[in-house]
Every structure is written in C-alpha cells, then in structure tokens.
T-cell receptor, first 116, second 112 residues
Framework: GAVVSQHPSWVICKSGTSVKIECRSL??????MFWYRQFPKQSLMLMAT?????????EQGVEKDKFLINHASLTLSTLTVTSAHPEDSSFYIC????????????FGPGTRLLVL | QKEVEQNSGPLSVPEGAIASLNCTYS??????FFWYRQYSGKSPELIMF????GDKEDGRFTAQLNKASQYVSLLIRDSQPSDSATYLC????????????FGTGTKLQVIP
C-alpha cells in the first residue's frame, strides 16, 4: 500500500493561464499532504504543507495567492498555479503521509509544468 | 548552514561493491530520518527510515544512525547498475512545526 497518484503528468500552457494539479492517495487516508517543486539538477523544495480541512502552511518565499492549495478530503489535495509564467516551469511533486505523526512521506509521480 | 547536508557526488562504485552514502544534520533534536532514491526525471521513492541509534537492515540496504555525531548513512551491498540514482537523505525536525527537510542528494553511479 501507500500509492500516491498525480494528474496530469505533463502540462504545457500559455503564460497567464492557471493550471490545476491533483494529488490523490489511492489506498490510504492522508492526514497531511505536501507539495514540492524541483528545478533541474536541484533538490526538492517544500512549498507547502496541507492538512485536510484546514488552510495550508506555506514555506517562506512561496506566494500563497499564486499557489493555491486545497485539501478537501483525506485522499485529495490540489495545487493551482495561478497566472502561470515561464519561471513557474518546474517539476511539481506531491507527497502524502498516512500517519498522524507525519512521519514517512510517499511521493506521487510528479507533474511537469512547462509555461510558454 | 544547511539543515541536512550531503556530498553531491557523483560517487562511483564498481558493480558488486558496497556503496556508502553519508548525511549530516544540524538539528540535534531531529528524531526521524529517511533515505529516498530518485531516478532522473522521476519522483523520489522511499528506501528506508530509521529512528533509533544503530543499524537497520532491509535486504541489500543498511541505514545507520549516530545521533551523538548527527550522522546518518546508507550502505548498499552488492551494488547493481540499477542502483544508479540520486539518493536523498531527509530528517524530520524537532519543535512545534515539524517538517521533513531534504538534503540535496548524492548521485551514485554503479559501473558495470
């Protein structure tokens, strides 16, 4: 168990449009989900931590109005990149934790975003 | 100072050898540590986690934790070319807002 899916796996969009990425825990309930961004040849950068039914906690330097996170259920969290620009092009990866102590994170396959 | 530090590598080992990957952390209160493997262009996958001082073995993998020295390592025995990837060390911080901090990863190359 502990399978996490993401949709879509690839997105190409025009500058100024909004893009929604879904993250689902398929075989467990995720009390906490995390959103990361990874630029080429760099490490994971945590963007925000999302708990079901409450507002996400954003890391320093991450604009909450630009990266909207909704964690509507114990199996689904969404990240919306609003008014995307070329500098937002990156690999967005979600992870989910299935225990209340937020220990082990299980990662989704990631979503590649290319903003033209 | 980075909270979790790893040598970026690449670390090259011959097939069949033991690969030793190292990680240090600055938060002395960190309780939990994780090793993830990330293939190029893919998302990380969990290899092992360790909470207690000492060794933890799982198949060809052994995680070692030394809290006094603030040091975590991952040993891969009988290294295979398919083990070639970037290995990420992560630690869960202590304190009220607990989050997992990732190192920048060590690239491992297993030479056939």
């Amino acid at each position: 168990g502990a399978v996490v899916s993401q949709h879509p796996s690839w997105v190409i969009c025009k500058s100024g449009t909004s893009v929604k990425i879904e993250c689902r825990s398929l075989d467990f309930q995720a009390t906490t989900m995390f959103w990361y961004r990874q630029f080429p040849k760099q490490s994971l950068m945590l963007m925000a931590t999302s708990n079901e039914g409450s507002k996400a906690t954003y890391e320093q330097g991450v604009e909450k109005d630009k990266f909207l996170i909704n964690h509507a259920s114990l199996t689904l969290s969404t990240l919306t990149v609003t008014s995307a620009h070329p500098e937002d092009s990156s690999f967005y990866i979600c992870s989910a934790s299935r225990d209340s102590r937020k220990e082990t994170q299980y990662f989704g396959p990631g979503t590649r975003l290319l903003v033209l | 100072q980075k909270e979790v530090e790893q040598n970026s590598g690449p670390l090259s080992v011959p097939e069949g050898a033991i690969a030793s990957l190292n990680c240090t952390y600055s938060d002395r209160g960190s309780q939990s540590f994780f090793w993830y493997r990330q293939y190029s262009g893919k998302s990380p996958e969990l290899i092992m986690f360790i909470y207690s001082n000492g060794d933890k073995e799982d198949g060809r993998f052994t995680a070692q934790l030394n809290k006094a020295s603030q040091y975590v390592s991952l040993l891969i025995r009988d290294s295979q070319p398919s083990d070639s990837a970037t290995y990420l060390c992560a630690g869960k911080n202590s304190g009220g807002y607990q989050k997992v901090t990732f190192g920048t990863g060590t690239k491992l190359q297993v030479i056939p």
